[in-house]
């Protein structure tokens, strides 16, 4: 079924030629392909088809991905960065008769990605990368981006859809999750901080990128460092503080995002320290007070938010994050609701690393 598909889909941007294709395994949202063949400009290339239920509206954010990538390349030409192969007819994406949307990336030569960190230089590398991204698109007209989920990091909102899904929910199932109900309970009355804060532009519009964890990040085979963040998918208008604590929250848990064994779930602090350092010695100047008051809390609020999306998902029968075993969405959750427990403990501590870096720049 994928190699039929991929035979109608691959000569709309290549035209026709030979090729093989390898399934890309990783990644909750899109369905994805290297692709190898003698094409003169495009040998190697990443094909994805775009998942429409996540992406109600695929053409906007694909013309987000197109506008600023494009500006990246202009303003640092040097830096290698994301490509998006045009079809033949000149389209940055293949629609099907049937709504399927398809895409070509060109494969950046001599890179990998990482679910794990080989070392802490490569976490630092991570930070500097993404506070880089930010501090490269300070000036592009945020207004103008497309927003392609709405409210996707508005945690109060968040929140609201997760007590729909429980107002729905049979009650056997509510049993099982009482425990993960009553976290977030007890910690609701946090939620709204950034997003107000946003909405009444005391925290400043950026450009964001909403997917900053280890394996979005491109590193140089040879050097191991940095090279670009990729999954533009999205970029929207946000907060610095989503992109940050997005980052600590995938990168400071050293397991897997869906480990069973909670012992082995540990936010790690020397993480937290090396992208610290990395990210603000790339963006420190471009940050507002507000900005840097809040860095240490932001893990909390992203992790807690993603938390109760898998909850939320979980709750309604697993239609969003692709799953592999029936109960991974649960166990999803509560390695983020153990996070956020560590980084309560562990909060001053936070706090006075974030301020000892940026003391140490100054
Ligand atoms: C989803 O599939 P992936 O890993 O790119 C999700 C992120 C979550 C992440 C959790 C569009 O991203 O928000 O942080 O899973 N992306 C979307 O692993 O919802
Ligand atoms: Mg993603």
Request: glycine share 4%.
């Amino acid at each position: 079924m994928d190699h039929k598909n991929l035979l109608r889909v691959i000569p709309q941007f290549l035209g026709n030629i030979e090729f093989l294709s390898k399934p890309i395994l990783d990644g909750h949202i899109h369905q994805g392909w290297y692709i190898h063949s003698h094409h003169s400009q495009y040998p190697e290339v990443v094909l994805q088809r775009v998942n429409t239920y996540v992406f109600k509206e695929p053409e906007k954010l694909m013309e987000n991905i197109q506008l600023v990538s494009t500006y990246l390349h202009q303003h640092s030409p040097n830096q290698r960065q994301l490509t998006l192969i045009p079809t033949l007819s000149g389209k940055i994406y293949y629609r099907e008769a049937n709504g399927t949307i398809w895409r070509i990336y060109k494969q950046i030569e001599n890179c990998y990605t990482t679910l794990i960190a080989r070392d802490l230089t490569q976490i630092f590398e991570a930070g500097k990368v993404t506070g880089l991204f930010l501090k490269q698109l300070r000036d592009y007209p945020v207004e103008s981006l497309h927003i392609s989920i709405p409210d996707f990091h508005n945690t109060p909102k968040r929140y609201q859809n997760f007590l729909t899904a429980l107002s729905h929910a049979e009650p056997d199932l509510i049993r099982i999750v009482q425990r993960e109900i009553d976290f977030l309970e007890e910690r609701s009355s946090h939620f709204g901080l950034f997003w107000n804060a946003l909405l009444q532009q005391s925290l400043p519009w950026r450009v964001t990128h909403n997917d900053t964890k280890l394996d979005n990040v491109l590193f140089d085979r040879d050097t191991h460092k940095a090279v670009c963040l990729i999954d533009l998918d999205t970029i929207m208008p946000g907060s610095a503080l989503f992109d940050f604590g997005d980052a600590l929250r995938a990168m400071g848990n050293p397991s897997a995002e869906d480990e069973p064994d909670l012992k082995k779930v540990q936010f790690q602090i020397p993480v937290f320290k090396a992208y610290t350092q990395g990210y603000l010695a790339a963006a420190r100047e471009i940050l507002t007070s507000k900005e840097l008051e809040w860095l240490a809390f932001s893990p909390w609020m992203i992790t807690i938010e993603i938390g109760m999306r898998f909850l939320t998902d979980y709750l309604q029968g697993n239609q969003y994050f692709r799953i592999h075993y029936p109960e991974q969405n649960l166990n999803r959750c509560r390695t983020q609701f153990k996070l956020v427990a560590d980084i309560e403990k562990q909060k001053s501590l936070l706090e006075e690393i974030v301020l000892k870096t940026i003391n140490h720049l100054k």
